[in-house]
């Protein structure tokens, strides 16, 4: 029973911090959306808008919550739920830390690829439910994208799996080192592949820019959500917002090392009482860290790219990324066969494919100022001053 | 791109013969975010295409031609700002230049440059909505942001050169409503200056992104000979591949005295006529404007902006049919005088948005719903200039 | 732009020449800036299908269908009459010249052969005709209501036009009317 309500606390506890990094997330969104498109964004609410998401929870349930009159009342109103469930449920196994997890499951990925799935239940439920034939295009949509999809996120998954022998995310993360050189992403080409892979389903999955065409709301009004108001938009809301810090820890988890920070850590080290608590609170912040950036990049491709038609997105999705991920999970088995761990080609490939990695992202900041330069237009300049 | 290749982009996605036939009736519009204002579409679709498309509009419908009758002929110009919000000025001049062409009137030599220039930066700045809208409605938010941004520093140019930022009622008949400084012709040279560059920027931000080319080549395909079935106009017309531009065919004000070149549609990315050629005509179309505003600070010089026009004017019989080139293609004002009152008889108004809609209910025909939204805003159809 | 000069005194000849005179018609250049060219409304299919397929004319593109009621006495005597005068702008696809056809049509019961086989807008443009004149375009494919909802009553245009005072049951009229502004 004591074990029971610590849960219980421990639960609720996790529950709201998520749902307010979620909130935060909200803010943070629109103060790089107005960046980006030279205005200012929300910055009245709290320093430079920070507790705008408050105000903006405090608006939504205020709002009548409406249910039309023709829909189906029931499965109306548990669809945000479902969405939200599905979306929370997957944070259970992903850990922040050596301890900061809710639970250490020994399938982890699994769980996680099935959590997933909720989504796809609730997003049809909400559409059908609705009445109304935009969001039931929204909603049918959103099943035949989220279900692609998780195809070649299984795929990509598959070749982690593969590399670390086991579903449990903990030791995923053990079994990377702290390094670059010992993360996944830069191990083989194959886990390289499978990453790129892993990120576009994730945003596919997530219902994100450029693939958001289940509530495209050029085309479909909002989709699936068009009918909701108040508190239930609100759930949808905080999924979609939450899912943003799903991806980014199932990425940085998967491919990046996790929360491992600086030190080798053994698995006789998560043993408690040897293990020191400021390594935790560093990890914790370091894991942070890689999720910003990878939702720094979900919310800048969102306000860049234009949307894909859905047979485009069918056809990158069957014809492009399943059989980039089956050669990938091939490659990845004959990789471990012919290359065992710590071999003079296993190291030689891990630094050619750190430096490489690195030469990217220097080649990437050349050409952005390169940009600067050649774009003389000040995008501030107004003509008068 | 080989033939075969070719073929297979612009076979329809589904040929029509395979659908099930149950189809379902969505309404889409008049309160709908990429029906630019309202207007309305029912579309019968099957899955994701549309089998069957009937456009309706009608939703702004403000009379604008009855009401001409029961006014006098300058009480009506600032309803030619309403026909078309986004180019106000450009049907003031429209109108402005059908009654002087019934009436005999007098323009001055600096009212017709400055008319010149309101209706060049109230073009660019037409033109920008438009290439901003098209890819707000393909979901992407940022550059409509960044059009209307350039857009909000002409409405200041706009502002000291009319007293309005929109619906500006500058045109008079026999000149226009107030004079300029050389200031003001200064500030429009450095702001073209910048202009240059955005507009140059702005193509390479979006006419080279990946996703924004596969959303429109081929898709909305109007041949050259469809276009003038249509009565396609403008920039419409000539991204099919016909360089008709009234400014060229049938000159008004100094169009003559101008150098520039008539874009027209290439089909650099997929077919003549399809959606991307009429954004690329149009990006190209504000570097002309921008040539020709330039041609016109060279040439402005001083004078009167007014000639001496009767209080009560009553226009001899008879009627005119004069047409201009707005932004949105051929506008056309038809105005009957009977000869004795001081409100025309008649004014009918044709307007390129009205033409570009007649090819809807056809071209929507086996598109999926996506597309139907990106051909409809590469059209940049404005609604009360279908509606009036 | 104006009809080249040379074509102009053809055409009134050659609309002749085709039908041996069962076309009749006369050109007129009035101030509209282009040629118009009057004929019998009976005969407006055969005068557009020579206006629009005739090797040296190829008036292809259909600028737009105007209309207007006649309902009062005017000066002119080439307008003084009762009734519907249709206004068809037809221009070159080569140089866009332009040509313009007149039509009258009686007040009573007004109608005229559709011409929207020639053209894929002058479907739009005749509705536009028929919603707001009622005039009635025979054999057309799709002949509704295009600006007012299918249950108004009357046709805004006409001269005659009284509006009802309420519209489903909406009011239509304020109680302290505005009065036009005239300058008399």
């Given at each position: 029973m004591t074990q029971f309500i610590y849960m219980f606390i421990f639960a609720v506890i996790y529950l709201l911090s998520i749902a307010v990094a979620a909130g935060f997330l909200t803010v943070v969104e629109r103060r790089i959306a107005g960046r980006m498109q030279s205005r200012i964004g929300p910055?009245?609410?709290g320093p430079q808008g920070i507790v705008q998401w408050i105000a903006d929870a405090v608006k939504a349930l205020q709002k009548e919550d409406i249910i039309p009159t023709d829909a189906h009342s029931f499965l109306f109103k548990i669809a945000p739920y479902l969405v939200f469930m599905g979306v929370f449920l997957t944070l259970v196994p992903i850990p922040f830390g050596a301890y900061t997890l809710m639970e250490n499951l020994d399938t982890g990925i699994f769980y996680v690829l099935a959590m997933a799935s909720f989504v796809v239940i609730g997003v049809m439920m909400g559409g059908w439910a609705s009445n109304n034939k935009w969001s039931l295009l929204g909603g049918m949509r959103s099943a035949a994208q989220m279900i692609s999809y998780e195809v070649p996120a299984a795929l990509a998954v598959f070749v982690v799996v593969v590399m670390a022998g086991t579903l449990n995310f903990q030791k995923i993360v053990f079994s990377q080192g702290a390094s670059p050189v010992d993360w996944y992403v830069f191990r083989n080409p194959f886990a390289f592949i499978a990453f790129n892979i892993f990120f576009i389903a994730a945003l596919a999955e997530g219902n994100r820019v450029p693939f958001d065409i289940p509530e495209a709301e050029s085309e479909l009004v909002s989709g699936y959500n068009t009918e909701y108001s108040g508190m239930r938009f609100l759930f949808f809301f905080l999924a979609e917002w939450g899912n943003l810090v799903v991806i980014g820890a199932l990425v940085s988890t998967l491919f990046f090392g996790g929360w491992n920070f600086w030190f080798e850590y053994?698995?006789?080290?998560?043993?408690?009482?040897?293990?020191?608590i400021r390594f935790e609170v560093l990890g914790f912040l370091w894991f942070l860290f890689k999720v910003s950036i990878f939702v720094f990049i979900i919310i800048w491709i969102r306000w860049t790219l234009p949307r894909l038609r859905i047979d485009q997105l069918m056809d990158i999705c069957w014809k492009y990324m399943v059989p980039i991920g089956l050669f990938a999970s091939i490659g990845i088995l004959l990789w471990m066969y012919f290359v065992p761990e710590k071999s003079l080609a296993d190291t030689i490939m891990r630094y050619s494919m750190t430096s490489f990695g690195g030469l990217t992202i220097l080649y990437f900041f050349y050409r952005v100022f390169q940009n600067l330069r050649v774009t003389k237009a000040k995008i501030y300049a107004n003509p008068f001053v | 791109m080989t033939s075969a290749t070719r073929e297979k982009e612009l076979k329809p996605r589904v040929e029509i013969t395979q659908i099930s036939g149950t189809e379902i009736e969505v309404n889409m519009g008049p309160h709908h975010p990429s029906t630019h204002g309202v207007i309305r579409f029912i579309l019968f679709i099957d899955g994701e295409i549309v089998v069957r498309a009937v456009p309706d509009v009608g939703y702004l419908h403000r009379s604008i031609e009855k009401i001409a009758e029961s006014m006098p002929y300058s009480f009506f110009m600032p309803y030619t700002d309403r026909v078309d919000y986004v180019a106000a000025i450009n049907c003031n001049l429209g109108y402005a230049l059908a009654i002087e062409a019934m009436g005999g009137l007098e323009v001055p030599e600096r009212a017709t440059w400055l008319r010149m220039i309101g209706v060049e930066l109230n073009r660019i700045m037409s033109h920008l909505v438009g290439v901003g809208a098209l890819p707000l409605d393909l979901g992407a938010f940022t550059p409509f942001v960044h059009a209307l941004r350039e857009r909000e520093h002409m409405m200041d140019l706009l502002e000291i050169l009319t007293g309005t930022r929109m619906n500006n009622n500058y045109i008079r008949f026999g000149g226009v409503c107030q004079d300029v400084d050389d200031e003001f012709l200064k500030k429009l040279e450095k702001y073209l200056d910048h202009f240059v560059l955005f507009l140059e920027e702005y193509d390479r931000l979006i006419g080279t992104n990946k996703i924004f080319i596969e959303r429109l080549k081929n898709v909305g395909i109007v041949s050259g000979e469809k276009a003038l079935s249509y009565s396609f106009s403008g920039p419409n017309l000539r991204a099919s591949g016909i360089g008709l531009d009234l400014r060229k065919v049938?000159?008004?004000?100094f169009y003559n005295d101008m150098k520039f070149d008539v874009p027209v549609g290439k089909g650099i990315k997929g077919t003549v006529g399809d959606s991307f050629d009429r954004y690329i005509v149009r990006i190209e179309e504000m570097a002309e404007c921008e040539k020709i505003l330039r041609q016109i600070l060279s040439k402005i010089k001083e004078g009167p902006i007014q000639s001496k026009v009767p209080k009560k004017l009553v226009l001899p019989a008879g009627e005119a049919y004069h047409h201009t080139e707005s932004a949105r293609g051929e506008l056309g004002y038809h105005i009957i005088s009977d000869g004795k009152s001081a409100s025309p008889y008649r004014i009918k108004i044709r307007t390129g948005s009205f033409a570009s809609m007649t090819s809807l209910a056809e071209i929507f025909k086996g598109m999926m719903v996506a597309d139907v939204i990106a051909y409809f805003a590469s059209l940049d159809i404005v609604a009360p200039e279908v509606d009036r | 732009m104006n009809f080249p000069a040379a074509h102009l005194e053809k055409l009134a000849k050659l609309v002749d020449s085709v039908y041996n005179g069962a076309v009749s018609s006369e050109i007129v250049q009035a101030d509209t800036k282009i040629p118009v060219l009057k004929i019998n409304s009976r005969d407006i299919r055969k005068v557009v299908e020579l206006v629009v397929h005739h090797k040296d004319l190829g008036f292809t593109y259909l600028n737009t269908i105007s209309g207007t009621h006649l309902a009062e006495t005017r000066e002119d005597e080439s307008l003084d009459l009762k009734g519907f005068e249709m206004f068809y702008v037809f221009s070159n696809s080569q140089d866009f010249s332009s040509l313009a056809i007149k039509t009258t049509l009686p007040e009573n019961n007004p109608e005229i052969d559709t011409i929207d086989d020639f053209s894929g807008s002058a479907n739009w443009f005749e509705r536009e005709i028929f919603d707001l004149l009622g005039v009635n375009f025979k054999n057309s494919q799709d002949l509704r209501r295009i600006m007012l909802p299918p249950d108004w009553e009357g046709h805004p245009l006409r001269k005659d036009f009284k509006e009802g005072s309420h519209y489903n049951g909406i009011p239509t009229t304020r109680s302290s009317e505005l009065e036009a502004i005239r300058i008399e």
């Open positions: 910055n009245r609410v053994t698995l006789e080290f998560s043993v408690p009482g040897r293990y020191p | 049938d000159p008004y004000c | -």
